[in-house]
Structure formats: C-alpha cells, structure tokens
C-alpha cells in the first residue's frame, strides 16, 4: 500500500468494492458499457492484478485498474477509472504509476488500447507500436 496526497492505492482484490467498478464501467466508461454484471465481476476474479485507490478518510474506492499477463513478460493494462469527484487530482496518474511501475510487473511489456487518454500514457513510455510490429483483429461484434 502507498499514500498519496488524501488517497491510498493497494493491490488487494478484497478490499476492492465491486459496486463502484459496476456502476462505472457500465454507465461511464465508453469501454465498459456493453458489459454486464457478471463479466465486469468474470474479469475482475480472473485479473492477474488490480489497484484500487481509496479515500484516506473514508476508505471509499474513488479510482481502479486492472491488468491481465501471462506472468512472465507481458501484461495489458485495462479499465482504468477514477470517479468524477476524484479527478483532478492526479490520481488517474498514480494509479497507472502503481501498476505499471511499481508492482510485479515493472519490467514487463505493458500494452493497451484507449481513445482518448493517450496523453495519461505518454509519460510512462506508451505510445504508437513501431510500424508494421503490431495486428490487431477486432471483435467479431464490433464492441470496444
């Protein structure tokens, strides 16, 4: 565990609050709206890692991320969020810091896809694969 600011991040599923991760996912990430209740929670067991940030005062989980790898040199960093009272705060930054580079991860290659917040990534080192190293096949039902 490691506090920053008025916010906490920890590695430990229990203490993650599955409701949150629902209602975000499903009602304001652009990535996460065609799932249902029981992939987000599918997803969340079947995660090789997750980061929830919490409230210092509270204890309320206001940011989330998670990760799948094949625990040896390559992990996908997925739906990372932080709830709207939260943002502003750098928090969304800590979150990607303490997964990508303070976990067991930290020398793997780490892949992802978004639309829209390619500047979060940046600083830590993602950016556009070299040419002609990256296929990609999409979903068979054109979902993100």
Request: with cysteine; hydrophobic share 40%; aromatic share 12%.
């Amino acid at each position: 565990m490691r506090t920053v600011g008025d916010y906490e991040l920890d590695d430990d599923p229990a203490r993650v609050d599955l409701d949150v991760v629902w209602k975000c996912l499903s009602t304001g990430a652009y990535w996460g709206k065609w799932r249902d209740r029981e992939a987000i929670e599918k997803v969340f067991r079947n995660a090789w890692r997750v980061v929830g940030a919490y409230e210092t005062s509270t204890g309320r989980l206001v940011g989330f991320a998670r990760a799948f790898s094949d625990t040896i040199g390559s992990a996908y960093l997925a739906d990372v969020f932080v709830v709207e009272d939260a943002r502003g705060t750098g928090l969304g930054k800590e979150l990607v810091r303490e997964m990508i580079d303070n976990g067991p991860g930290a020398e793997f290659r780490w892949m992802l896809h978004t639309a829209d917040a390619h500047e979060l990534y940046r600083p830590f080192g993602f950016g556009d694969p070299p040419e002609g190293q990256y296929m990609e096949r999409g979903r068979a039902n054109g979902q993100v």
